[in-house]
């Protein structure tokens, strides 16, 4: 997904209130339960080849 926010100069105050309020939306992690070990909650990164290692070699 592309994100694109077109803005003057001006609208800085306002674009970057914008870009508070959605960002954490946007990249809000999806839990799993197979994620949540012995209590705590593990996040997976990309890995090197750019595939998720969830998602049976496929890219996301």
Known sequence: MKLSIAYQPEETA???????RITPLLFRPKVHES??????YHTYLTCRNGKNPRSNGKNT
């Not at 306002?14 to 508070?20: K, N, Q, S």
């Not at 994620?35 to 705590?40: A, L, N, Q, S």
Request: proline content about 0%; hydrophobic content about 45%; overall charge negative.
């Open 35 to 40: 994620d949540i070990k012995d209590g705590f």
């Open 14 to 20: 306002l674009h970057d209130a914008v870009l508070e």
